[in-house]
């Protein structure tokens, strides 16, 4: 059995991982949403579409 | 959108020591670890599935290859979290075996060292492709992984894949064509050997040098070369690198080992001890870092101020100096991501420095910075302004929390005194027009807000109340005349407190939390900005002086009627 402190730091530290996994994959959410939203990334497709 | 910021975002003061004790009376009610992992884990399980089911939304909305890279990324991230989960549940006593069936890339050897088991397992992986493909990172590195996920998509095959008789070449009397597509296949397999033949000879040198024994089996040479140059003396460090260093920084893995390696070790020292003094050859590799992005010695040295103004003496002395190597870490990595990116430029890091002050590169996705280089910008504009000091790390989510409440085409700036914020917003308004929205990220209480690490780089409401610049920042064209200001720092909303003093002085509406902030949103039906409490309730102080009317616009008022 590990000592208070240690389970602790096993703690502090999987929530300071956690957090920064999280901020990257907001990060990623955004990224994706701003190439959604790129008006001529859309217009391309839509030539793609039509060329179709 | 689900927030990660969870630290205060309190100036270092007086006020502090209740904060502190109060959490120290608390700490006798305190769940046990084993249960508090388990809330923990429920509540970035959650995040992490309102991420899902938004990217799920939009992927919805595109034809599937559009988001491939980044589904990629995700899942990538995604296995990153069960990882640490299971570690975690392991080491806690929660989950009985800890099965490792693919690279956990917990940690790495840059700021963990207790980790070093999992390093181990890393170095351990059979070959580099194993490790591309299930994204094995290093903190910081993921974005790295990132696009050797991605590199099939934009650069043709990796060199594993490449195989002549199956690229489609057409052959003209008995010679095969050089396609397009095979003239890039030479030349990325022509830099992975070259890459190849430095990092062996480097891994010979280290192994010489430090006498470290490394797994026969172990064949991931970048994991190799972060665990022989972990530990390793700046001088030694310097000495070995110095004469490959260009051919270094064409393989943005092996240049984040050096920055980050060369520079630990001294910082670490730094920060436990506050006698101690860097080497001649400590300094001198620093300073050659920064060289490569541009930089002279008065950047490198305001950059680097910036980023070990981390220092949070809250925490134990190992973990404060842990971090801080870790701020730096993420710095740089986002220094070599952003060099990297064609759209950047030979100058773009030294552009975003010295146009908008930016030293703190990790607060921000690359990608913003970028817009923000080529003028992808709001007009008019909404800037956020973020402190260059952040003891703590709360102030780290300056760009995703800056989009999130202000939208796309964001201006960031970062100012570390009075004259720079009032620098930072006439330019910006100068090139783009009254500024329609501002976002101060800072820490503070309800009498200042600090942006330096010293002491005296604060704004306090005296200085508000006395200033001549800031009541004719309208009327000098800076603000807009409907401007709307937000200060996303702790207590600045308390009554008769920072933000109304602001209002005030500026009659711009001033929104802040009268508590620590842990989150920064939009909600209700006018989406309206709040900062969420502790409790995760959203709530803000708002305040607006109207100009009382005079007698003289009243009388041009009566006029106007008749």
């Not at chain 2, 069960?82 to 790495?108: H, N, S």
């Not at chain 2, 930072?424 to 690490?453: C, T, W, Y």
């Not at chain 2, 780089?457 to 709307?484: F, Y």
């Amino acid at each position: 059995m590990q000592d208070k402190s240690q389970q602790e730091k096993v703690l502090k530290d999987y929530e300071t991982k956690s957090q920064e996994i999280l901020r990257k994959m907001m990060m990623v959410l955004m990224r994706a949403q701003r190439k959604v939203d790129d008006s001529a990334y859309l217009k391309v497709l839509q030539k793609l579409e039509k060329q179709k | 959108m689900p927030s990660p910021d969870a630290i205060d975002r309190q100036a270092p003061g007086p006020d502090k020591e209740d904060g502190v004790s109060k959490e120290k009376g608390q700490e006798a009610s305190k769940p046990s670890p084993e249960k508090r992992f388990q809330g923990l884990k429920a509540n970035v399980r959650a995040g992490a599935e309102r991420v899902r089911t938004q990217f799920s939304q939009l992927r919805s909305k595109t034809p599937d290859a559009v988001l491939t890279p980044e589904a990629d990324e995700l899942e990538g991230l995604n296995r990153e979290l069960t990882g640490i989960e299971k570690a975690a549940g392991f080491a806690l006593g929660t989950e009985a075996v800890l099965v490792v069936d693919e690279p956990t890339e917990l940690e790495t050897g840059i700021d963990d060292q207790n980790d070093k088991d999992v390093t181990d397992q890393e170095i351990r992986e059979d070959s580099v492709t194993a490790n591309n493909d299930t994204s094995v990172a290093v903190e910081g590195e993921d974005s790295e992984t990132g696009d050797a996920r991605q590199e099939p998509t934009t650069e043709g095959p990796t060199p594993e894949q490449t195989d002549p008789a199956s690229t489609g070449e057409t052959k003209v009397d008995g010679e095969p064509a050089k396609t397009e597509e095979s003239v890039q296949d030479q030349e990325k397999q022509d830099r992975v050997s070259e890459r190849e033949v430095l990092e062996d000879d480097l891994i010979a040198r280290f192994k010489e040098a430090t006498g470290k024994e490394i797994d026969p089996a172990a064949t991931y040479k970048y994991g190799i070369l972060m665990e022989l140059t972990k530990d390793a003396d700046p001088s030694l460090l310097l000495e070995i690198f110095e004469p490959k260093y260009d051919a270094l920084w064409t393989e943005k893995s092996v240049a984040h080992a050096i920055a980050i390696n060369t520079i630990r070790q001294s910082l670490g020292k730094t920060t436990l001890d506050k006698e101690y003094v860097p080497t001649d050859a400590e300094k001198s590799m620093v300073v050659k870092l920064f060289d490569k992005f541009g930089f002279d010695l008065k950047d490198a040295t305001n950059i680097f101020q910036a980023w070990t103004s981390y220092n949070n003496s809250e925490l134990p002395p190992e973990e404060n100096a842990e971090k801080r190597q870790n701020v730096v870490a993420r710095n740089f990595w986002s220094m070599i991501d952003l060099k990297d990116r064609p759209e950047c430029g030979q100058d773009g890091l030294k552009t975003l420095y010295d146009k908008y002050g930016i030293r703190n590169f990790a607060r921000y996705d690359s990608s913003q910075l970028i817009d923000q280089l080529e003028g992808r910008v709001q007009t008019p504009p909404k800037v956020v302004v973020s402190a260059t000091a952040d003891w703590n790390g709360a102030l780290s989510n300056a760009g995703y929390g800056g989009e999130d409440i202000l939208g796309k085409g964001v201006t960031y700036v970062e100012a570390e005194s009075t004259t720079d914020i009032a620098r930072r917003l006439v330019k910006v308004s100068r090139d783009q027009g009254p500024i329609k929205e501002v976002l101060i990220n800072a820490h503070g209480n309800s009498e200042l807000m600090q942006f330096g690490r010293k002491n005296n780089q604060v704004l306090t409401t005296d200085q508000v109340e006395g200033s001549k610049g800031i009541p004719r920042l309208k009327d000098r064209g800076i603000l807009d005349q409907k401007a709307g200001i937000t200060l996303w720092s702790c207590d600045t909303g308390e009554k008769g407190g920072f933000a109304k003093v602001l209002a005030e002085a500026t009659t711009a509406k001033v929104t802040a939390p009268d508590f620590k902030p842990k989150g920064i949103e939009k909600s209700g039906i006018l989406k309206r900005v709040k900062f969420k409490d502790e409790q995760g309730k959203a709530r803000a102080k708002t305040y607006q002086v109207r100009r009382r009317m005079t007698h003289k616009t009243r009388e041009d008022k009566a006029v106007k009627a008749a």
